[in-house]
T-cell receptor, first 113, second 115 residues
């Protein structure tokens, strides 16, 4: 069984500040981890994914995430927030023979000017 | 390359009716998965189709069904609609040839409102 916990349903930062969105996972098989972003009235867009090739993963729009097995975490960061980063972010896990994505509840990111 | 398309984008139905949603995957993708998104439950997996066969199913009642055609297009059907079926229904496509680390590409969704 797999599950994802996203700590903080709402995170608010100032423009130019560090963005940190937290994701912890549980998986009985080696996990593959994904971060998706959803803008209002749109579908999900992949930001980055961990596929065991490297623990530090760089994605689009300046985001990156680090896989820490000992902490079962895959937190998403961006050094400097931009107004256009305001959206909802979802962490997801898959693994084993299971192609389905199990999502966390999401974190709504607000960026203040 | 065209992305995943879903039709219709918006739908209003009344309780007891049935509804069919359509999803056209990215060209070459043979797997289509469906997810339900609600404010209360978040994103939940409904089912996945690959080569016209259901490969995986989530924990939803039998009122939710789907199918996939030979051109990989997929439909999902919800019968006897309930108020709680109001949601954004997302479909996602992938090649399904290199394991669960494959990226799933999502469509814009169909927003269903049940009155």
């Amino acid at each position: 069984a797999q599950s994802v916990t996203q700590l903080g349903s709402h995170v608010s930062v100032s423009e130019g500040a560090l963005v940190l969105l937290r994701c912890n996972y549980s998986s009985s098989v080696p996990p593959y981890l994904f971060w998706y972003v959803q803008y209002p009235n749109q579908g999900l867009q992949l930001l980055l994914k961990y596929t065991s090739a490297a623990t530090l993963v760089k994605g689009i729009n300046g985001f990156e995430a680090e896989f820490k097995k000992s902490e079962t975490s895959f937190h998403l960061t961006k050094p400097s927030a931009h107004m256009s980063d305001a959206a909802e972010y979802f962490c997801a896990v898959s693994g084993g023979s299971n192609y389905k994505l199990t999502f966390g509840k999401g974190t709504l990111l607000t960026v203040n000017p | 390359k065209a992305g995943v398309t879903q039709t219709p984008r918006y739908l209003i139905k009344t309780r007891g009716q049935q509804v069919t949603l359509s999803c056209s995957p990215i060209s070459g993708h043979r797997s289509v998965s469906w997810y339900q998104q609600t404010p209360g439950q978040g994103l939940q997996f409904l089912f996945e189709y690959f080569s016209e066969t259901q490969r995986n199913k989530g924990n939803f009642p039998g009122r939710f069904s789907g199918r996939q055609f030979s051109n990989s297009r997929s439909e999902m059907n919800v019968s006897t609609l309930e108020l709680g079926d109001s949601a954004l229904y997302l479909c996602a496509s992938s090649f399904r040839n290199s394991g669960p680390q494959e990226t799933q590409y999502f469509g814009p969704g169909t927003r269903l409102l049940v009155l």
